[in-house]
T-cell receptor
């Protein structure tokens, strides 16, 4: 158990819908990272927040957005969902702003039908 | 375009064998290289290598960073069936982690 929690574990929804994934980092960690893992694209970095501020952006689509709240939990919002958005979404946390040792949550399995 | 390439993509060995996994990278403003092990769930952190720490060892696992060759290796000695997993290499560059496609290691009894 890494100490990072993610909810929900599984999510099934239809195309065109909007979903919110939630992540709570390890106690004391200020950085939260979001990743997408699909079979054909491997693990892709989406976005990082540090202490409430966006710090780095990766291959995140415009239909996706994220935020980190004052209590440091983070939410990833996915809208206008497409079949290709079906994937495992991981959240990870680390103590500092750099990559350092990132601890991954168990992931949210999103299935878009 | 930044990229991280791992080889081989898959590997099958027998218990007790020694394996070497490779990772090469081409990124702008390299900061660190990280190795992760992914079994059926989330990746778990193994090592982080930077310019100031180019060799790390933990039990049967060890890793070396070669900044001149822009590459790293992960060695696992006396492999066990519990080492079966996907091993991911990631490079931190400009605040982002770029992952390789992973090496799937299968250790047969």
């Amino acid at each position: 158990d890494s100490g990072v929690t993610q909810t929900p574990k599984h999510l099934i929804t239809a195309t065109g819908q909007r979903v919110t994934l939630r992540c709570s980092p390890r106690s004391g960690d200020l950085s939260v990272y979001w990743y997408q893992q699909s079979l054909d694209q491997g693990l892709q970095f989406l976005i990082q927040y540090y202490n409430g501020e966006e710090r780095a952006k990766g291959n995140i689509l415009e239909r996706f957005s994220a935020q980190q709240f004052p209590d440091l939990h983070s939410e990833l919002n996915l809208s206008s969902l497409e079949l290709g958005d079906s994937a495992l979404y991981f959240c990870a946390s680390s103590e500092g702003q750099g990559a350092y040792e990132q601890y991954f949550g168990p992931g949210t399995r999103l299935t878009v039908t | 375009e930044d990229k991280v390439v791992q080889s081989p993509l898959s590997l099958v060995v027998h218990e007790g064998d020694t394996v070497t996994l490779n990772c090469s990278y081409e990124v702008t403003n390299f900061r660190s290289l990280l190795w992760y092990k992914q079994e059926k769930k989330a990746p778990t952190f193994l090592f982080m290598l930077t310019s100031s720490g180019i060799e790390k060892k933990s039990g049967r696992l060890s890793s070396i960073l070669d900044k001149k060759e822009l590459s790293s290796i992960l060695n696992i000695t006396a492999t066990q069936t519990g080492d079966s997993a996907i091993y991911l290499c990631a490079v931190e560059a400009e605040g982002k982690l770029i992952f390789g496609q992973g090496t799937e290691l299968s250790v047969k009894p």
